[in-house]
């Protein structure tokens, strides 16, 4: 049985969809890759409710949230904190930067230096940061929030792979439906700052490992890796996917069935994040369109992954 939790995730998804009209499948798939312990990339226009997705998950899920606009002149150090000096002791102590909260949203990711971007690579990769030497932990739990504009615009370049790669999902919330833009012109959605917080970080923290814990047989596993080998065949085409990337496939998968209320995986789980998960690591991050998630369009890398697998297993 699932075990009973005093707020469910599906609730999260119903008041951020409060704020965030039309737009319940990319704030599911937001919270699933917050269960998954993942990191989010999200590539849209601008105006279209990134900072406002940030803001409401932070707010229901009673996260700490800052935001860090990604410039060129940005150095690792208005990231990661710096050492004042005490006039009084003579001694260095560690001022925190905004990278110590536990919702991050870094804005305009790729408009920022390599230096920077590795500064933030480290953060999301390990949960620390090294400053003069020294290792500090990041909170518990830490979810970076990124968006990225396109490659066309100027003062952008491409995020690394290694960068890609740590960022669980990538997905876009693009153009709302027309009911929804009315709704919002009306004045129906609620601002983030009226959702009250749903869960404590220790209640995250539960969920994520009760999400980490969900049933997976033998045969789903089989079925999730042999979607990762496809990618592998010269004949594919693809950039392939490594085996970190089917852990993060999992894992997505996972949190995604304790969305649907069951305690175990099935294959639909597996087919419904991947391709948030995979598109973005077969593609070397080339630019999406802004018509909504990343779906899985025909002839996207990830339809030909899903139709080249049966996943009737």
Known sequence: MVTVQSVSPQR????????????DQQIRLAVACLLARGHLLIEDLPGMGKTTLAEALARCLGLEFKRVHFTSDLLPADLTGIGVLDTASGNFS??????????????????????????????????RVSVDGTSHELPSPFFVIATQNGLDQTGTAPLPESQLDRFLMRLTLGF??????????????????????????????????QAA?????????AYVL??????????????????????????????WSLLEGRDFVIPADVQAVLPSVCEHR????????TNGVGACASGSWSHRLLAGVDGLR
């Open 282 to 289: 077969m593609d070397n991050g080339e630019p999406i369109a």
């Open 12 to 23: 999260v998804v119903q008041h951020v969809s409060k704020v965030l009209l039309g737009k």
């Open 94 to 127: 560690f001022q925190p930067g905004p990278l110590f909260s536990q919702v991050l949203l870094a804005d305009e990711i790729n408009r920022a230096s390599p230096r920077t971007q590795s500064a933030l690579l480290e953060a999301m990769a390990s949960g």
């Open 213 to 221: 814990a969900q049933h997976a047989e033998p045969s789903l596993l």
């Open 176 to 209: 709302p439906e027309r009911e929804a833009e009315l709704a919002l012109l009306s004045g129906q959605a609620m601002r983030p700052d009226q959702l009250p917080a749903l869960l404590t970080a220790a209640d995250l923290l539960a969920l994520q490992q």
């Open 226 to 255: 042999d979607l990762v080998q496809l990618s592998r065949q010269d004949s594919f085409g693809a950039s392939p996917l490594s085996p970190r990337a089917a852990q993060s496939l999992l894992a997505a998968a996972r949190a």
